[in-house]
Nanobody
């Protein structure tokens, strides 16, 4: 089992940047595929980005390609989401998740509590 704690959310103006971090407990972090999801009010949860166990495969939803970068540090049990050129439509609660599956599509077994990202125009 793994516990996930996100940090780094906040409020920023459009065009700005934020870096989300997700710290994982346990000694088996490197055995999990990791993902970032987001959910805006009234919308379904969306998979934003994902990264394989050894960082050889990444996934991005189309709306964030070229703006967001997912990375992980297995020695530090942490996964990151660097978000640049933020847009108001990026406003959402962002969740970190871990999957025991190899594919970045999941399903995802463990979830963090979420961190709010608000982008103003």
């Amino acid at each position: 089992q793994v516990q996930l704690v996100e940090s780094g959310g906040g409020s920023v103006q459009a065009g700005g940047s934020l870096r989300l971090s997700c710290a994982a407990s346990g000694r088996t972090f490197s055995s999990y595929t990791m993902g970032w999801f987001r959910q805006a009010p009234g919308l379904e949860r969306e998979r934003v980005a994902a990264i394989s166990r050894i960082s050889d495969t990444t996934y991005y939803t189309n709306s964030v390609k070229g703006r967001f970068t997912i990375s992980r540090d297995n020695a530090e049990n942490t996964v990151y989401l660097q978000m640049n050129s933020l847009k108001p439509e990026d406003t959402a609660v962002y969740y970190c998740a871990a999957s025991s599956k190899v594919l970045t599509s999941g399903p995802y077994d463990y979830w963090g509590q979420g961190t709010q990202v608000t982008v103003s125009s």
